[in-house]
């Protein structure tokens, strides 16, 4: 998992011009942004949701295999708990049409991140994480995930 700020994007023209890419796509967005999916290139596309945070995600830590996670909340805060998956637990089993597992019983090291105002998260696989809670009460987000295909 890595978080950062949204300015500090160039750092990650080296790294994955996918990711890159996304991020860029991020940065540009505006709060107006319409709700949907926007393709960026064959192998990335954006997906803004709206939501009300919670304070407890029942399904558990999601994890993927084919796709990297870069998450922002262009509107409003998110708390996203973290845990390596390994060593956890399967709640849901792998859903290929989502690309995704959930697990529970997080490892003993995991925390969390808040995400919004200027700062992302991007989860790789092997990161579980527990989106859309909230830090002091519930609010309702605007939030665009950008999905890498790997």
């Not at 925390?111 to 105002?117: E, F, L």
């Amino acid at each position: 998992m890595i978080l950062d700020k949204l300015e500090n994007i160039e750092i990650y023209k080296g790294l994955s011009s996918d990711i890159y890419e996304g991020l860029k796509f991020i940065k540009a967005a505006n709060e107006n942004i319409e709700i949907g999916v926007y393709p960026i290139n064959e192998r990335v596309k954006a997906i803004v949701s709206e939501y009300e945070t919670i304070e407890n995600f029942s399904r558990g830590y999601e994890a993927h295999l084919h796709v990297i996670d870069i998450q922002y909340p262009i509107i409003g805060l998110e708390r996203i708990k973290w845990s390596p998956i390994d060593e956890m637990k399967v709640n849901i089993p792998y859903e290929t049409e989502y690309d995704r597992t959930f697990y529970i019983a997080p490892h003993k090291q995991g925390t969390h991140v808040d995400i919004g105002n200027g700062f992302f998260a991007i989860m790789f696989p092997g990161d579980g994480h527990g989106p859309q809670h909230y830090i002091d009460k519930p609010e309702l987000i605007k939030k665009i995930t950008i999905k890498v295909s790997i």
